[in-house]
Antibody, heavy 120, light 114 residues
Protein backbone atom coordinates (compact mmCIF):
# COMPACT_ATOMS: atom_id res chain seq x y z
CA UNK A 1 0.00 0.00 0.00
CA UNK A 2 1.60 3.23 -1.11
CA UNK A 3 1.77 6.12 1.34
CA UNK A 4 2.37 9.75 0.46
CA UNK A 5 3.80 12.12 3.07
CA UNK A 6 4.11 15.79 2.23
CA UNK A 7 5.70 18.80 3.83
CA UNK A 8 6.64 22.43 3.20
CA UNK A 9 6.37 25.95 4.53
CA UNK A 10 2.90 26.84 5.73
CA UNK A 11 3.12 30.63 5.89
CA UNK A 12 4.35 32.79 3.04
CA UNK A 13 4.41 36.47 2.19
CA UNK A 14 3.08 37.75 -1.12
CA UNK A 15 5.60 37.39 -3.98
CA UNK A 16 7.43 34.50 -2.30
CA UNK A 17 7.75 30.98 -3.72
CA UNK A 18 5.66 28.13 -2.40
CA UNK A 19 7.69 24.94 -2.13
CA UNK A 20 6.23 21.55 -1.20
CA UNK A 21 7.66 18.03 -1.29
CA UNK A 22 5.85 14.70 -1.32
CA UNK A 23 7.67 11.50 -0.30
CA UNK A 24 6.47 8.16 -1.65
CA UNK A 25 6.66 5.06 0.52
CA UNK A 26 5.87 1.61 -0.81
CA UNK A 27 6.02 2.18 -4.53
CA UNK A 28 8.08 3.22 -7.52
CA UNK A 29 7.70 6.26 -9.72
CA UNK A 30 7.42 4.64 -13.07
CA UNK A 31 3.98 3.59 -14.23
CA UNK A 32 2.02 6.33 -12.49
CA UNK A 33 0.81 9.93 -12.65
CA UNK A 34 2.05 12.20 -9.85
CA UNK A 35 -0.17 15.17 -9.17
CA UNK A 36 -0.63 18.26 -7.04
CA UNK A 37 -4.12 19.50 -6.20
CA UNK A 38 -5.22 22.44 -4.09
CA UNK A 39 -8.34 23.42 -2.20
CA UNK A 40 -8.95 26.99 -0.96
CA UNK A 41 -10.61 27.11 2.47
CA UNK A 42 -14.25 26.09 2.20
CA UNK A 43 -14.05 25.66 -1.57
CA UNK A 44 -13.63 22.96 -4.19
CA UNK A 45 -10.69 21.11 -5.71
CA UNK A 46 -8.34 22.35 -8.43
CA UNK A 47 -5.66 20.30 -10.13
CA UNK A 48 -2.40 22.25 -10.30
CA UNK A 49 -0.57 19.80 -12.52
CA UNK A 50 0.66 16.28 -13.04
CA UNK A 51 3.85 14.47 -13.95
CA UNK A 52 3.40 11.62 -16.38
CA UNK A 53 5.60 8.64 -15.54
CA UNK A 54 3.42 6.21 -17.45
CA UNK A 55 4.29 6.69 -21.08
CA UNK A 56 7.71 6.91 -22.63
CA UNK A 57 6.78 10.48 -23.54
CA UNK A 58 6.69 11.39 -19.87
CA UNK A 59 6.55 15.09 -19.14
CA UNK A 60 4.45 17.48 -17.11
CA UNK A 61 1.07 19.11 -17.65
CA UNK A 62 0.03 22.19 -15.73
CA UNK A 63 -3.27 23.96 -15.24
CA UNK A 64 -3.30 26.67 -17.93
CA UNK A 65 -4.04 29.42 -15.40
CA UNK A 66 -0.99 28.49 -13.30
CA UNK A 67 1.40 27.37 -16.01
CA UNK A 68 3.53 30.53 -15.94
CA UNK A 69 4.26 30.16 -12.20
CA UNK A 70 4.46 26.39 -11.62
CA UNK A 71 7.28 23.88 -11.74
CA UNK A 72 6.85 20.24 -10.78
CA UNK A 73 9.72 17.76 -10.63
CA UNK A 74 10.60 14.23 -9.59
CA UNK A 75 13.59 13.06 -7.55
CA UNK A 76 13.61 9.33 -8.20
CA UNK A 77 16.75 8.73 -6.11
CA UNK A 78 14.88 9.86 -2.98
CA UNK A 79 11.38 8.74 -4.06
CA UNK A 80 10.06 12.28 -3.86
CA UNK A 81 8.34 14.78 -6.09
CA UNK A 82 7.96 18.49 -5.57
CA UNK A 83 5.94 21.59 -6.38
CA UNK A 84 7.12 25.16 -6.71
CA UNK A 85 4.68 28.00 -7.23
CA UNK A 86 6.27 31.40 -7.75
CA UNK A 87 5.00 34.89 -6.93
CA UNK A 88 2.23 33.77 -4.60
CA UNK A 89 -0.68 35.99 -3.61
CA UNK A 90 -3.49 35.64 -1.10
CA UNK A 91 -5.46 33.82 -3.80
CA UNK A 92 -2.98 30.94 -3.49
CA UNK A 93 -4.00 30.30 0.12
CA UNK A 94 -5.22 26.72 0.17
CA UNK A 95 -4.67 23.18 1.38
CA UNK A 96 -2.28 21.55 -1.08
CA UNK A 97 -2.39 17.80 -1.71
CA UNK A 98 -0.09 15.44 -3.55
CA UNK A 99 -1.55 12.34 -5.18
CA UNK A 100 -0.69 9.26 -7.22
CA UNK A 101 -2.79 7.66 -9.89
CA UNK A 102 -2.81 5.58 -13.00
CA UNK A 103 -4.61 5.57 -16.30
CA UNK A 104 -7.86 4.49 -14.71
CA UNK A 105 -8.03 5.76 -11.15
CA UNK A 106 -6.20 9.00 -11.90
CA UNK A 107 -6.04 10.34 -8.32
CA UNK A 108 -6.03 7.14 -6.31
CA UNK A 109 -3.76 7.76 -3.32
CA UNK A 110 -3.46 11.11 -1.56
CA UNK A 111 -1.11 12.82 0.85
CA UNK A 112 -2.43 14.25 4.08
CA UNK A 113 -2.53 17.84 2.83
CA UNK A 114 -0.58 20.97 3.75
CA UNK A 115 -2.26 24.27 4.57
CA UNK A 116 -0.41 27.15 2.97
CA UNK A 117 -1.39 30.67 3.99
CA UNK A 118 -0.21 33.69 2.05
CA UNK A 119 -0.37 36.84 4.13
CA UNK A 120 1.65 39.98 4.58
CA UNK B 1 -11.75 22.97 -20.24
CA UNK B 2 -14.53 20.48 -19.55
CA UNK B 3 -16.90 21.99 -16.99
CA UNK B 4 -18.39 19.59 -14.44
CA UNK B 5 -21.70 20.61 -12.89
CA UNK B 6 -23.05 18.79 -9.85
CA UNK B 7 -26.54 18.83 -8.42
CA UNK B 8 -27.82 19.38 -5.87
CA UNK B 9 -25.36 21.53 -3.92
CA UNK B 10 -26.52 19.78 -0.76
CA UNK B 11 -29.01 17.19 0.33
CA UNK B 12 -30.31 15.79 3.60
CA UNK B 13 -31.29 12.14 3.68
CA UNK B 14 -32.62 9.97 6.50
CA UNK B 15 -30.46 7.14 7.75
CA UNK B 16 -31.06 4.03 5.65
CA UNK B 17 -32.55 5.98 2.76
CA UNK B 18 -31.14 6.47 -0.73
CA UNK B 19 -28.98 9.45 -1.67
CA UNK B 20 -28.51 10.41 -5.32
CA UNK B 21 -25.97 12.92 -6.65
CA UNK B 22 -25.86 14.04 -10.26
CA UNK B 23 -22.92 15.19 -12.35
CA UNK B 24 -23.05 16.64 -15.84
CA UNK B 25 -20.06 17.33 -18.06
CA UNK B 26 -19.98 20.10 -20.67
CA UNK B 27 -18.81 17.57 -23.26
CA UNK B 28 -18.69 13.81 -23.47
CA UNK B 29 -16.07 12.00 -21.39
CA UNK B 30 -16.70 8.69 -23.17
CA UNK B 31 -13.77 7.41 -25.16
CA UNK B 32 -14.72 5.76 -28.44
CA UNK B 33 -11.42 3.88 -28.53
CA UNK B 34 -11.98 1.88 -25.34
CA UNK B 35 -15.67 2.56 -24.57
CA UNK B 36 -14.80 3.88 -21.12
CA UNK B 37 -16.12 6.94 -19.34
CA UNK B 38 -13.27 8.97 -17.83
CA UNK B 39 -15.26 9.93 -14.73
CA UNK B 40 -14.43 9.46 -11.04
CA UNK B 41 -16.20 10.15 -7.75
CA UNK B 42 -14.55 11.22 -4.50
CA UNK B 43 -15.71 11.50 -0.90
CA UNK B 44 -14.20 14.16 1.37
CA UNK B 45 -14.77 14.33 5.11
CA UNK B 46 -13.78 17.43 7.13
CA UNK B 47 -10.06 17.76 7.66
CA UNK B 48 -9.26 14.80 5.39
CA UNK B 49 -8.03 14.44 1.82
CA UNK B 50 -10.53 13.24 -0.77
CA UNK B 51 -10.99 9.51 -1.01
CA UNK B 52 -11.49 7.83 -4.38
CA UNK B 53 -14.78 5.91 -4.47
CA UNK B 54 -15.50 5.21 -8.13
CA UNK B 55 -13.51 5.37 -11.39
CA UNK B 56 -14.37 4.62 -15.01
CA UNK B 57 -17.82 5.93 -13.92
CA UNK B 58 -18.88 2.65 -12.31
CA UNK B 59 -15.83 0.73 -11.02
CA UNK B 60 -15.81 0.72 -7.23
CA UNK B 61 -12.46 1.10 -5.46
CA UNK B 62 -11.53 -2.09 -3.57
CA UNK B 63 -12.21 -0.85 -0.03
CA UNK B 64 -15.43 1.02 -0.81
CA UNK B 65 -18.70 -0.42 0.56
CA UNK B 66 -21.08 -1.76 -2.06
CA UNK B 67 -23.81 0.68 -1.02
CA UNK B 68 -21.90 3.17 -3.20
CA UNK B 69 -22.49 2.82 -6.94
CA UNK B 70 -21.82 4.92 -10.01
CA UNK B 71 -23.72 4.99 -13.27
CA UNK B 72 -24.15 7.01 -16.44
CA UNK B 73 -22.35 7.57 -19.71
CA UNK B 74 -21.31 10.37 -22.04
CA UNK B 75 -22.22 13.57 -20.22
CA UNK B 76 -24.60 12.50 -17.44
CA UNK B 77 -23.55 10.57 -14.37
CA UNK B 78 -24.95 9.59 -10.98
CA UNK B 79 -23.49 8.54 -7.66
CA UNK B 80 -25.94 6.58 -5.52
CA UNK B 81 -25.66 5.70 -1.86
CA UNK B 82 -28.27 2.96 -1.51
CA UNK B 83 -28.68 3.10 2.26
CA UNK B 84 -27.16 6.16 3.91
CA UNK B 85 -25.04 5.53 6.99
CA UNK B 86 -23.87 8.11 9.52
CA UNK B 87 -20.28 7.74 8.32
CA UNK B 88 -21.32 8.77 4.79
CA UNK B 89 -21.78 12.42 5.82
CA UNK B 90 -19.29 14.19 3.60
CA UNK B 91 -18.85 16.29 0.49
CA UNK B 92 -18.83 14.33 -2.78
CA UNK B 93 -17.03 15.43 -5.94
CA UNK B 94 -17.12 14.15 -9.49
CA UNK B 95 -14.03 14.56 -11.69
CA UNK B 96 -13.29 14.04 -15.36
CA UNK B 97 -9.93 12.80 -16.62
CA UNK B 98 -10.83 12.57 -20.31
CA UNK B 99 -9.46 15.92 -21.39
CA UNK B 100 -6.25 17.12 -19.79
CA UNK B 101 -4.85 19.47 -18.88
CA UNK B 102 -6.58 20.19 -16.74
CA UNK B 103 -8.47 17.43 -15.00
CA UNK B 104 -11.57 19.18 -13.66
CA UNK B 105 -13.84 18.64 -10.70
CA UNK B 106 -17.47 19.36 -10.00
CA UNK B 107 -18.30 21.91 -7.35
CA UNK B 108 -19.20 19.31 -4.74
CA UNK B 109 -22.38 18.04 -3.07
CA UNK B 110 -22.72 18.09 0.69
CA UNK B 111 -24.59 15.10 2.12
CA UNK B 112 -26.12 15.39 5.59
CA UNK B 113 -28.44 13.38 7.79
CA UNK B 114 -32.07 14.48 7.90
Amino acid sequence: QVQLQQWGAGLLKPSETLSLTCAVYGGSFSGYYWSWIRQPPGKGLELIGEINQISHRGGTDYHPSLKSRVTMSVDTSNNQFSLKLRSVTAADTAVYYCARGSTGPRLQSWGQGTLVIVSS
Amino acid sequence: DIVMTQSPDSLAVSLGERATINCKSSQSVLSRSNNKNYLAWFQQKPGQPPKLLIYWASFRESDVPDRFSGSGSGTDFTLTISSLQAEDVAVYYCQQYYSTPPLTFGGGTKVEIK
